[in-house]
Nanobody
Framework: VQLQASGGGLVQAGGSLRLSCAASGRTFSTYVMGWFRQAPGKEREFVAAITRSGGSTYYADSVKGRFTISRDNAKNTVYLQMNSLKPEDTAVYYC?????????????????WGQGTQVTVSS
């Protein structure tokens, strides 16, 4: 599967952005999807994950209550709605995919990655 992330940009603290990740192929619904982010000088960290059907989601504590992951299997797309953004959310955001039955939170558990989209939150 090939992934294409989009939707990043520059936003003021407290603002919102919605990231999208479009997947190629006809088997999107067989993949667990995740979002990760990497800030300059830091390791890539887990943000959110969603099961194949979209019935279950999981979030890092740092974004819980502010970010929402969702997917539309008919459109082969996963989304990350980001509200109440903070300067510390500034990073390159990556979507990832892995065949599986539940969800994954470690980057090495994902085999497929998008190219990343920059999110910058100004104070």
């Amino acid at each position: 599967v090939q992934l294409q992330a989009s939707g990043g940009g520059l936003v003021q603290a407290g603002g919102s952005l919605r990231l999208s990740c479009a997947a190629s192929g006809r088997t999107f619904s067989t993949y667990v999807m995740g979002w990760f982010r990497q800030a300059p000088g830091k390791e890539r960290e887990f943000v959110a994950a969603i099961t194949r059907s979209g019935g279950s989601t999981y979030y890092a504590d740092s974004v819980k209550g502010r970010f929402t992951i969702s997917r539309d299997n008919a459109k082969n797309t996963v989304y990350l709605q980001m509200n109440s953004l903070k300067p510390e959310d500034t990073a390159v955001y990556y979507c990832a995919a892995e065949r599986g039955s539940y969800y994954y939170t470690l980057s090495h558990e994902y085999d497929y990655w998008g190219q990343g989209t920059q999110v910058t939150v100004s104070s």
